[in-house]
């Protein structure tokens, strides 16, 4: 069964830094392109950063470049969100979704979706 799990989540203070892993099973992650996204209460979800199965990377919100970055360690099935320069607008829900895609290029959407790791900002 393929499933997506996100750690790494808790409280930091503004200017912090924290960094999420989203660990596959079930299934491998060479051939998948993985998402992160996240949802703050009362907003849209919101998609950040999308690395391809071939390692190129897509950034989707403005809100977050030059601070996320997001990596991929195939040989430990596991994509990584590194967040510095935290803010308090920065806390949401963090979610990694991944779809089997071999282009080079992000896919559109993305089918599956790990529960949810949830990032609070504050001092």
């Known amino acids: 069964q393929l499933q997506l799990v996100e750690s790494g989540g808790g409280l930091v203070q503004p200017g912090g830094s924290l960094r999420l892993s989203c660990t596959a099973s079930?299934?491998?992650?060479?051939?998948?392109?993985i998402g992160w996204f996240r949802q703050a209460p009362g907003k849209e979800r919101e998609g950040l950063l999308c690395?391809?199965?071939?390692?190129?990377?897509?950034n989707y919100a403005d809100s977050v470049k030059g601070r996320f970055t997001i990596s991929r360690d195939n040989a430990n099935n596991t994509v990584y969100l590194q967040m510095n320069s935290l803010k308090p607008e920065d806390t949401a829900v963090y979610y990694c979704?991944?779809?089997?895609?071999?282009?080079?290029?992000?896919?559109?959407?993305?089918?599956?979706w790990g529960q949810g790791t949830q990032v609070t900002v504050s001092s």
């Open positions: 979704a991944a779809e089997f895609y071999t282009g080079w290029e992000c896919p559109p959407d993305f089918a599956s």
């Open positions: 079930g299934f491998t992650l060479d051939y998948y392109a």
């Open positions: 690395m391809s199965s071939r390692g190129a990377g897509t």
